[in-house]
């Protein structure tokens, strides 16, 4: 059997448009988790990310106009989240349940009347380079400008945490609130604004689904995308750059399924599909066993809430 | 210039009265925030909330649905408190109800031809035990290897509905059955008796009741209730007064399991009578509210379960009526969440009002 050299080249390609939506956001709650907040809401920011996108698109006709949208959807639904957790100071784990459960029943809500309508084209960029060199070409031209954002995410992200003074504050913010509140920080805004951001990033990865990755709307089609995206950042570390590795790895678990019915592999399908959430467990425990690593690298205050009393 | 001021201050101890009152402050939130969305829906907000919430439960035949959708919230959430109360984040009992459910659901199919008084307890049996070696993956791998329960608990949730799916529409769809993805029937000695002729209720409600007197007494009236407790409130003092640890967090998640297991038997040889693909509507994700709404105290837990119930009607209901979204039932769901957690802002802090300045 010879194989084209395009072909890999395809595939890869395949396999990094699966990992975008769970690099973006995973890289969105990194930064949530960074400031010492577990958001346990990511499957539910994103799955409003991924009507509020579609639903724009619909109505409005304008792509820009939806992605941002969508963005702004994910900020909004994170507020709820940011208020109760930081202001009311509430239990994370609970409130982020409570957003993920919300967030799946509005979405369906809202996504009644877009249920069948077809998706709109979205523009990629350099289409015209598509040809020119064997096994990169399919790799590196013809994607979405979503698809190269978040490919350079992970490295902004790194920068951002190691090199500027903001991400110092937000790592001061997540290992230490008490000091970085007697350095005159203002945690609590601090906080808010990393959950904001995260909201964005899981808005966009929503967006990316139901506009780009498979134009339309299903309902619950994030079908747990964003739990993997919070094992990811486990699996991390919380390290930016490994994210990228990570959601390599599931985008190609994802990819496998379709090419191994494909050539005929006599697998129950049931089997393959839940072959990310099984190798999700077995990585979460290879990493997690070593308790000192993990302790090491978790911020320190993270999941607990901070309350200065005046 | 006059200003009035209102001081916050941080509770000395949480108030008891509080603790049991904030849950219907949430309750009458959720009910003014649904109005509000039924009348941007276009809908009227009164008769809107009425048919969600007072005709679905109007007759007999409706209180016997809200008691039939309580029974399994009540049982996992009950299970879910021991998780809960000792510091355990058990948010897969959707899969242990719904593993729970595949291992009672074989062990009922080998009886399929067969009826005897034993089929049953033996059927039951299974499902708690299929529901506590679901739970029990979780568990070890958090006492032995580290790792989130959340995580780890919430993955077997997916895989265990695709072994189901694997399961109805391979090897234990029904022979008989032209392809459709569910198994043959249960035996009548395999059912839960019904309590009512013509009604749905059926005798899985008493398993609901003996798990509610049990965890009141393993709560209040144990030693393993005591530690449960001094862990939830702080690890390193569990760890300080010599506390196994790691037996509890396995003995937790087991109780936790068992419970999810009886639900999906519950269900199964309940209402449904066979195996197939929805076993369940979320009932393992919806019992996390109801644990909380009913402050994980097991009479709470009652009640919350009645109330949460009946947004399982009361969405049925107003589809059929006014074609209102069935996903509103959701949407109440997690708002009743919010606005508890919220509301418990009242429990630790008090508003002072400290009289005009001038």
């Known amino acids: 059997m010879i194989i084209d050299i395009n072909f890999i080249g395809l595939i890869i390609a395949s396999i990094m448009a699966s990992a975008v939506p769970l690099i973006l956001a995973s890289c969105g709650e990194l930064i949530t988790e960074r400031s010492g907040v577990l958001n346990l809401g990511v499957e539910g920011m994103m799955i409003i990310g991924a009507i509020s996108g579609f639903a724009l698109m619909t109505v409005t006709g304008s792509l820009i106009i ?10 909004l639904i994170s507020t709820i989240f940011a208020f109760l957790t930081q202001t009311l100071i509430t239990n994370h784990v609970a409130t982020g349940l409570a957003l993920t459960i919300f967030g799946i029943g509005i979405s369906a809500m809202i996504g009644k009347n877009f249920v069948g309508i077809p998706g709109k084209e979205f523009p990629v960029l350099f289409e015209g380079l598509k040809d020119t060199i064997p096994l990169l070409s399919p790799i590196l031209f013809g994607h979405s400008i979503v698809f190269y954002f978040a490919f350079a995410l992970p490295f902004i992200t790194s920068y951002f945490l190691k090199k500027t003074k903001i991400g110092l504050i937000v790592r001061a913010v997540g290992d230490s609130p008490e000091s970085a509140s007697n350095q005159g920080i203002n945690v609590k805004f601090v906080r808010y604004a990393c959950i904001l951001y995260g909201g964005a990033m899981c808005g966009l990865a929503g967006a990316y689904l139901s506009m780009i990755y498979t134009p339309q709307w299903i309902e619950n089609m994030t079908g747990g995308r964003g739990w993997i995206a919070l094992a990811l950042v486990v699996f991390s570390t919380w390290n930016p750059i490994k994210i990228l590795i990570g959601a390599m790895i599931f985008g190609g678990l994802t990819i496998i399924q379709f090419h191994m019915q494909a050539i005929g592999v006599r697998i129950p399908v049931q089997f393959l599909t839940a072959l990310p959430y099984i190798v999700t467990i077995i990585v979460l425990v290879v990493i997690s066993r070593d308790s000192r690593k993990i302790r090491l690298s978790t911020p320190s205050s993270l999941g607990k809430s901070f309350h200065k009393d005046n | 210039m006059e200003e009035k001021l209102i001081k916050i201050t941080k509770r000395d101890q949480p108030s008891k009265a509080i603790f049991f009152l904030t849950p219907v402050l949430a309750i009458f939130l959720t009910l003014v925030a649904g109005g509000l969305i039924f009348y941007v829906l276009g809908f009227k907000p009164f008769e809107a909330l009425k048919f969600f919430f007072i005709v679905p439960i109007a007759d007999m035949y409706g209180f016997s649905e809200l008691l039939l959708k309580a029974t399994p919230l009540c049982l996992i959430a009950i299970g879910l408190s021991f998780c809960f109360k000792s510091n355990n984040w058990n948010i897969g009992a959707e899969g242990q109800l719904t593993f729970g459910a595949i ?15 034993y089929i049953l307890p033996i059927v039951i049996l299974a499902g708690a035990i299929g529901g506590m070696l679901y739970a029990s993956i979780p568990a070890i791998l958090k006492t032995y290897f580290n790792t989130n329960e959340i995580l780890v608990s919430l993955m077997l949730v997916y895989v265990s509905k695709l072994i189901l799916d694997y399961l109805v529409v391979g090897p234990w769809s029904n022979p008989e059955g032209f392809n459709f993805p569910e198994t043959r029937q249960f035996s009548d000695s395999a059912r839960l008796p019904l309590l009512f002729e013509g009604l749905r209720i059926h005798a899985g409600i008493f398993l609901a009741l003996a798990a509610v007197v049990m965890s009141w007494f393993v709560f209040y009236k144990t030693y393993l209730g005591f530690q449960m407790k001094v862990s939830g409130f702080s690890l390193k003092t569990a760890k300080y007064a010599g506390y196994k640890g790691k037996k509890m967090i396995i003995l937790v998640f087991l109780i936790s399991g068992a419970c999810a297991g009886l639900a999906g038997v519950g269900e199964i040889t309940g209402p449904i009578g066979q195996l197939h693909r929805e076993v369940s509507p979320d009932y393992g994700f919806t019992a996390i509210i109801v644990a909380f709404l009913g402050r994980l105290h097991p009479v709470g837990i009652i009640f919350a379960s009645l109330v949460v ?15 209102i979204p069935k996903y509103t039932g959701q949407v109440f769901q997690g708002m009743i969440l919010f606005f508890l957690l919220a509301s418990d802002y009242l429990l630790f802090f008090k508003f002072k009002f400290i009289g005009s300045k001038k």
């Not at chain 1, 939806?66 to 900020?75: E, F």
């Not at chain 2, 291992?103 to 008084?117: C, D, I, P, T």
Request: proline share 0%.
């Open chain 1, 66 to 75: 939806a992605v941002l949208g969508a963005m702004i959807a994910g900020v």
């Open chain 2, 309 to 323: 119930a009946i947004t399982y009607l009361g969405a049925e209901t107003a589809q059929i009526f006014m074609q």
């Open chain 2, 103 to 117: 291992v009672s659901g074989g062990v009922a199919l080998l009886f399929y031809e067969q009826e005897g008084f």
